[in-house]
Each structure stands twice: as structure tokens, then as C-alpha cells.
């Protein structure tokens, strides 16, 4: 079990400083004239939740086009092999009212980069088949719809469990079959760490929804991994993906445990996955930190550890970050300095 927390600690991450010299040999990241990556996700203002078929484009700080792509289904984009520069990115979506940032790509690959757009109030029915909702939640009253969206606001973006809650309640008052917001209850209570109010309402969610709803069940089983029951926990955590596939939860707590099984390939596979459905989690970059070492994929590594800072740059695991990719980094370059061994004669 203590291998388990230690996957998801991340920087424990010393074993870095005592790797043979010659292993960094295999790469280094960070020239200012390598290509670099930018990728993200487009969503919902008001679901949060994924757009696909959304255009994005990518165009100079003058505003010419340079690429365009379409996001995909769980609402993703990306740009791979550009230069280092400044660029502005324009989103498009049917339903939405368009959006566009300024993206500065001088110094680092720029990863995670989420995208907020607002529905437009005269296409309803483009916005709600682009946003995905459930045919359950849209048939729920709108005031707790607007309740939940309210309470998911408090939560994941404003970083307030304790608020949430208050919303979360009022909607289930409003709508008792309304079980994706006692999935959302539980969450803030977990965020909160009263465990037990967590796996209560997990269990309501899953009650009321007749076990056909994968988040709550994903949420149970994240908290039989701290109890050593890996192997149930596993069994949940599948059957949770197969009824809710695009839970990111799901796939990173499915990668923290294959990685702890040394199944590294499908580790990496899993963890992936959370990253393309959730880019601004940090905690998914401490599992890919993880895979990458284990993998010896050190440029990999760095670029992992950089996404790391910029989600979560002052926190105790933020400093430690910072000091792990300077090392690094430090050993990387000192690697490529190094002469050469004259061949044998």
C-alpha cells in the first residue's frame, strides 16, 4: 500500500539525483529553437463539461492562420511541432459564442490550456447536443440544473467545497432523483476530508441512479485504494468506466494502480486518457512524472514536471517540482556537454 501512496506523492522523486550520467544521454528538452506543443480542451461555460467538433484555430500574433484542427469528442485539441512565438488561438463551436486568447509559447511547451465558451442563448439545441449532457440531467428542473452548474463552479473552480455543498443540497431538495449531484456532494466532502459523508453519498448517487451512473462508483472505489483493497478497488473502477467512459477520475485512479502493478505501458495508456479528458488536473502530471521515470523517458519527464509547476507553481509539491526539473535538467545538459569516449582503436 505504501508503494501505492507513493505513486501519487510524486516528488519523492530523489532516486532522479543518483541515475547514472549516462542515462540522460537519450535526450534533452528545452533548446530555444525545438519545436513545441500546445493542447487543451474546449468546454461548456455553463456544463463544464467537453465540446467536440469544436474549430480551433491557430493564427499569428498578426492574425493570419497558421493551422486549425477540430477538437474531439471528449473536447480535445492540440498543435505539435510549432515554433516558439506568440499566437492567438480562436475557438468556434455551433451554439457558442466564439472566444479567442493570446497563447505565449517563447520558453516552454504550453500544455493544458482550457477553453471556456459561452452558449448562445438563440441555438439551445446546438448547445445542448454539444455539451453532452445526459438525457437524465436535462430532464431534471432547471433550477437545480442551474444549482449543480452553480455548486461545480464553487468546487472545481473557485476551489470552495464548503460553498458548493449549500448548492449541491438545495438541488437534491428540488429534484431527489437528481443522483449526478450526490456524485458532486461526495466530491466536496472528499475534497473537505470527511470521508465517511463521502462514501455516503457516493452510495446514495449509485442507489438512486440503479447502478447505472460510473462516477459514484469511481468514487467508492478511489476510497478502497487507501484502504489496501487494490484489487476491488480495480474491479469498481472498470465497471465505472464501462458506464462512464469519459471519467477522467477514472482513468488516472486505474493509472496510479497498473503503475503500482508495473504494467507501465497500460500505466501510461490510463494516464493519458485522464489527461486528454481533464488537462488542467495537476494531479494527473504527478502520475505521468511517475510512468516517465520509471520509462527513463527523461525530456518526457521535464515536460510532465513543467506542466506540474504551471497548474500548481507555490505549493509544497510545486516548490519540490521546481527543484526536481532544475536538477534534471541540470544532469541533462551536463550529459550532452560531456566529451565523447574515443572509439577503440
Request: hydrophobic share 40%; net charge negative; aromatic share 8%.
Amino acid at each position: 500500500m505504501a508503494m501505492l501512496r507513493l505513486c501519487i506523492a510524486l516528488f519523492a522523486l530523489t532516486s532522479i539525483l543518483v541515475i547514472p550520467q549516462n542515462v540522460f544521454a537519450q535526450g534533452a528538452g528545452g533548446s530555444g529553437n525545438d519545436p513545441v506543443s500546445l493542447t487543451g480542451t474546449v468546454y461548456s461555460e455553463k456544463s463544464k463539461r467537453p465540446i467536440e467538433q469544436a474549430a480551433v484555430h491557430l493564427c499569428d500574433i498578426g492574425g493570419n492562420l497558421i493551422e486549425q484542427t477540430i477538437t474531439t469528442d471528449s473536447g480535445q485539441f492540440d498543435f505539435r511541432g510549432i515554433r516558439r512565438s506568440n499566437y492567438i488561438l480562436t475557438v468556434d463551436a455551433p451554439g457558442y459564442q466564439s472566444d479567442s486568447l493570446h497563447v505565449e509559447l517563447s520558453f516552454s511547451s504550453d500544455r493544458g490550456i482550457s477553453v471556456y465558451l459561452k452558449s448562445n442563448a438563440s441555438d439551445a439545441s446546438a448547445v445542448f447536443s454539444a455539451a453532452n449532457i445526459s438525457a437524465h440531467e436535462m430532464s431534471m428542473p432547471q433550477k437545480a440544473r442551474d444549482l449543480l452548474a452553480t455548486g461545480e463552479k464553487k468546487l472545481y473552480s473557485d476551489k470552495n467545497p464548503q460553498a458548493s455543498l449549500a448548492d449541491f443540497q438545495q438541488a437534491v431538495s428540488i429534484a431527489p432523483k437528481f443522483y449526478e449531484v450526490y456524485y458532486q456532494i461526495g466530491m466536496a466532502y472528499l475534497t473537505l476530508g470527511i470521508r465517511d459523508q463521502a462514501e455516503k453519498s457516493f452510495r446514495k448517487s449509485v442507489e438512486v441512479s440503479d447502478d447505472k451512473y460510473g462516477e459514484p462508483v469511481i468514487g467508492l472505489a478511489s476510497l478502497l485504494i487507501d484502504t489496501g483493497d487494490v484489487a476491488q478497488a480495480e474491479r469498481m473502477i472498470r465497471h465505472g468506466l464501462d458506464l462512464s467512459p469519459n471519467d477522467w477520475f477514472g482513468h488516472y485512479q486505474l493509472g496510479r494502480i497498473l503503475l503500482n502493478q508495473n504494467k507501465i505501458a497500460d500505466a501510461l495508456k490510463s494516464a493519458e486518457q485522464a489527461r486528454s479528458l481533464a488537462p488542467d488536473a495537476a494531479i494527473i502530471y504527478r502520475l505521468l512524472s511517475n510512468i516517465h521515470l520509471s520509462q527513463k523517458d527523461y525530456p518526457a519527464l521535464i515536460e510532465d514536471l513543467d506542466a506540474y509547476i504551471k497548474l500548481d507553481p507555490n505549493s509544497p509539491a510545486g516548490v519540490r517540482a521546481k527543484e526536481i526539473r532544475e536538477q534534471v535538467q541540470e544532469k541533462i545538459s551536463k550529459d550532452k556537454l560531456a566529451p565523447a569516449a574515443n572509439p577503440a582503436r
